[in-house]
């Protein structure tokens, strides 16, 4: 299943242009985010894949067959797209019942709608909470009923709209160690725009930066996190730990090979730091102590 974006420009009724030069090529299997500040164009953007605006120059290709010219069945067997506020997409009363909504809606029997709804919810770990009503969840658990219940229409891409939007520290972690293990383990293709700078690094394939309606940077996370001045170009930052090693490299001197993205990639910099120190500090003594 692959995602080919190729978006010539796209305006609003009045005449904005929101997106513009955007290509894009979403490979099976791959996590992969789109990181832009508020304003930046990502919903929009994240709706054109999804097929729900059509108004567009260019051509969203889903596995080769452009999704303008598809019914939207066809779209949501493969693909779908969760919001950034889950009651917006939450309707029925129990947890099931929305889950089912979808293969029900598919012409699927009775007997394959249960065993999806089951996989689905065991999948995203709400398997016990089958019964319970929507309006009794907390704000975490939505975001994962809505994602069971595209996984329950067999989708292979979901597009997401600020999924840990709305959540407490615990719970943004939670989110995206989800969604890895949806992608790693069950070979879910995920796509998700946010601006949450200091999570994408730790989990994602590739990452691609929206700013003014345009990309202006894509690659692997160490690709496009470079320097503060840059990312503040695009009304953004760099992830806390990078940016404290990237002062620390810049202005204190402290020879940093790489600047790291992650707690633990910075830890493994400082001790190789750490113990070089040690070790020069070794020698000279050493050398202090043969000349005596």
């Known amino acids: 299943m692959r995602l080919s974006i190729d978006l010539k420009s796209f305006q609003y009724p009045d005449g904005t242009v929101a997106l513009s030069d955007i290509g894009l090529d979403i490979k099976k299997g791959e996590l992969a985010a789109i990181l832009g500040s508020n304003g930046s164009g990502k919903t929009t953007l994240l709706k054109i894949m999804d097929g729900l ?39 029925a009363h129990t947890i ?35 019964k ?16 069971a219940g595209l996984l329950a229409m067999g989708h292979e891409i979901l597009l997401l709209d600020e999924p840990t939007a709305g959540l407490d520290p615990m719970g943004e972690y939670q989110m995206m160690e989800l969604l890895m293990r949806l992608n790693r383990e069950n070979g879910v ?31 692997r996370p160490e690709e496009v996190f470079t320097t503060p001045y840059e990312m503040e170009h695009v009304k953004l930052r760099l992830p806390h730990v990078a940016e404290l090693i990237w002062r620390l490299k810049h202005e204190d001197g402290i020879a940093f090979d790489r600047v790291p993205l992650t707690i633990g990639e910075a830890r493994r910099e400082i001790s190789m730091i750490a113990d070089s120190k040690s070790r020069a500090a070794g020698n000279a003594c050493k050398e202090t102590s043969g000349r005596r």
């Open 132 to 147: 319970k009503s929507i309006h009794h969840l907390s704000y975490g658990q939505k975001k994962r009923v809505c994602i």
């Open 96 to 130: 099931y019942e929305d889950v089912a909504f979808g293969p029900r809606n598919m012409g699927i029997g009775e007997g394959e709608v249960n065993e999806r709804v089951g996989g689905a919810l065991a999948a995203v770990e709400m398997g016990e909470f089958a």
């Open 53 to 91: 605006i059509k108004e567009y120059d260019g051509q969203v290709l889903l596995d080769g067959q452009d999704v303008r010219k598809l019914h939207p069945k066809d779209i949501y067997r493969k693909m779908g797209l969760i919001f950034q506020n889950p009651d917006d997409q939450l309707f």
């Open 189 to 219: 293709t995920v796509v998700m725009a946010t601006h949450c700078v200091d999570l994408v690094p730790v989990f994602l394939h590739r990452l691609y930066i929206l700013s003014k309606g345009r990309i202006v940077r894509g690659g």
